[in-house]
T-cell receptor, first 111, second 113 residues
Framework: RKEVEQDPGPFNVPEGATVAFNCTYS??????FFWYRQDCRKEPKLLMS???SGNEDGRFTAQLNRASQYISLLIRDSKLSDSATYLC????????????FGSGTRLLVRP | DAGVIQSPRHEVTEMGQEVTLRCKPI?????LFWYRQTMMRGLELLIY????????DSGMPEDRFSAKMPNASFSTLKIQPSEPRDSAVYFC???????????FGDGTRLSIL
């Protein structure tokens, strides 16, 4: 089983749609969770951290389910500018600060 | 505010040559990370430093790769000798502390012919 697994997509959605990505991780000792966004030929950029109680940042909502070891990202009212690859990131256990990046889910928002 | 600065942005060289990639972390950040990204393997952590000390280099592919951090504002990743399979985008990232979110530089696009 991969350490961090994501559906590669692409998810092709119209503007204004709501889209959700899921990510599963294999190490139950992981403590830190993030979503990063990467545009084509650019560096990854932090989108948001994921907290145990779930958190929201504008149109973006992140959820964590420790029991099932998955993380989700919900994007509401999607914009053309949301088109990118979304990387699920998990730290490798509570004694390690090594971050493991998923291979990413590609989102295409069409007019 | 200046972000993580990497140089060069692009490097094309012949196999067997020594390649040195450079990184200046965000001022005040104590942790520095080197990653490699390829289509086949995604984003892989090579090595990371905390307070200029290497903490985990288990991701360094082989002895041809070495990294140093002589001070808080500078790090290098060296490949000697380089091989075509080293072609990738190499990212440097820094964070305030080890457990904090990481901020990435623009990357160095390396092509070994």
């Amino acid at each position: 089983r991969k350490e961090v697994e994501q559906d590669p997509g692409p998810f092709n959605v119209p503007e204004g749609a709501t889209v959700a990505f899921n990510c599963t991780y294999s190490n139950s000792a992981s403590q830190s969770f993030f979503w990063y966004r990467q545009d084509c030929r650019k560096e990854p950029k932090l989108l948001m951290s994921v907290y145990s109680s779930g958190n929201e940042d504008g149109r973006f909502t992140a959820q964590l389910n420790r029991a099932s070891q998955y993380i989700s990202l919900l994007i509401r009212d999607s914009k053309l500018s949301d088109s990118a690859t979304y990387l699920c990131v998990v730290n490798w256990g509570d004694s390690s600060y090594k971050l493991i990046f998923g291979s990413g889910t590609r989102l295409l928002v069409r007019p | 505010d200046a972000g993580v600065i990497q140089s060069p942005r692009h490097e094309v060289t012949e196999m067997g040559q020594e390649v040195t990639l450079r990184c200046k972390p965000i001022s005040g950040h104590n942790s520095l990370f080197w990653y490699r990204q390829t289509m086949m393997r995604g984003l892989e952590l090579l090595i990371y430093f905390n307070n200029n000390v290497p903490i985990d280099d288990s991701g360094m592919p082989e002895d041809r790769f070495s990294a140093k951090m002589p001070n808080a504002s500078f790090s290098t990743l060296k490949i000697q000798p380089s091989e075509p399979r080293d072609s990738a985008v190499y990212f440097c990232a820094s964070s305030l502390e080890l457990s904090q979110p990481q901020h990435f530089g623009d990357g160095t696009r390396l092509s070994i012919l």
